[in-house]
């Protein structure tokens, strides 16, 4: 098999039709669909076995006894894959129908171990089973010679494949939220060459009341996550050696990563003297294990945050007066908890 892709499916019955349609009318044939029902209440599984019955040479099923988190779906993904390259989807999203073979010619054509495609976001189907333009303008880069083009890229593994040997059985971060933004930027950093295509691909299906994207509006009980994320990203690159080469560029990233969940907090709907004690020891952790942020580039650290959401950080920061001074990941996990009983 040339690319293996992988689905993990959790109660998607709603957009799943979408997803798989875009996979099975891929122009690229060499492929094998690798979809894991992560033990779905809905009508997904139904669908799933579906599609299986119709395609039964280009879809595997494998399905959780539990809901295991979309981190242990991908990785028992991986762990059942025999393509040269691994590409993931996720289940509410739909890419076109060119996609796949656009990225693996990229990756042979430029002996790439990670290819990615322009990311679209969308609140409907209307591009599916759409073609689009492909354009000859492409970046390839050696990220050890050209690091900062690292950041340029989108942390999802999506829109994306990914050299399966080049992995080196690296896994997911397993009972995690965003577990895709280590494993896409320590692999990047510690890859020989990535392409990046302009073309016209993924479909990211955004929308303030469903998936992921609504979960910045509300409180969220996993968020010190985001710090095993960031950590998970310096010890991957630690492992290969490059850690010291590309300190900069990551602890840029986790400076970053950490600071878009903190900005998250400003939205949620929660008391301001516990939005404030959120924020400010966030702040604190990231001093402690990345540095200060407030040193860097407000400019272009501005476009990855946002200018309004710094602004707002760092006036609670120079502006709360902490009165028992408690460890800061006791702190925010307390608040958590004591917010999730409310």
């Known amino acids: 098999m040339k690319v293996s892709i992988i689905v993990p ?18 122009t690229l044939k060499d492929i094998e669909i690798i979809v894991v029902d992560d033990a779905s209440t809905d009508k997904s599984f139904e669908i799933i076995m579906e599609y299986e019955n119709k395609y039964p040479n280009m879809i595997k099923v494998f399905k959780n006894d539990q809901n295991k988190g979309q981190g242990a779906s991908r990785n028992i993904g991986m762990s059942l894959s025999s393509g040269e390259y691994i590409g993931f989807l996720d289940s509410d999203d739909y890419v076109t129908p060119t996609m796949y073979e656009e990225l693996y010619n990229a990756a042979k054509v ?22 689009y333009e492909t354009y000859d303008r492409i970046t390839k880069y050696s990220p050890l010679d050209k690091p900062s ?23 997911f971060l397993e009972d995690c939220m965003w577990e895709d933004v280590a494993f896409t930027y320590s692999n990047l ?18 929308s303030p009341s469903e998936g992921v994207s609504a979960k910045g509006f509300v409180l969220n009980p996993h968020l010190l996550d985001t710090f095993r994320v960031a950590d998970k990203l310096g ?7 490059r850690y010291e ?11 970053v990563t950490t ?32 540095g200060d942020w407030r040193q860097l580039d407000k400019a272009e650290l501005s476009m990855r945050v946002g200018i ?17 001074l408690k460890d800061a990941t006791t702190s925010v996990s307390d608040e958590l908890t004591t917010l999730g009983r409310r």
């Open 110 to 131: 430029n002996t790439a171990d990670i290819v990615s495609t322009r990311l679209t976001f969308v609140r409907d189907s209307s591009h599916l089973g759409k073609y």
């Open 259 to 290: 600071l878009q969940r903190t900005a998250e907090v400003l939205s949620w709907d929660i008391p301001d003297a516990s939005k404030n004690k959120i924020i400010y020891n966030l702040h604190k952790l990231i001093l402690e294990k990345y």
């Open 149 to 171: 083009l690292v950041l340029d890229e989108s942390p999802s593994v999506c829109n994306k494949i990914f050299k399966k040997e080049s992995l080196h059985g690296q896994k």
């Open 308 to 324: 309004l959401e710094l602004d707002k950080i760092a006036n609670i920061v120079n502006n709360y007066k902490e009165t028992i």
């Open 235 to 241: 010890e991957e690159t630690k492992k290969t050696g």
């Open 9 to 26: 499916i959790y109660n998607s019955e709603k957009h799943l039709r979408d997803c798989l349609d875009s996979l099975v009318n891929q």
């Open 189 to 206: 950093f510690n890859a020989s060459n990535v392409v990046h295509l302009n073309n016209m691909g993924y479909f990211y299906r955004k």
């Open 245 to 255: 080469k590309l300190r900069p560029e990551i602890t840029y990233m986790q400076m």
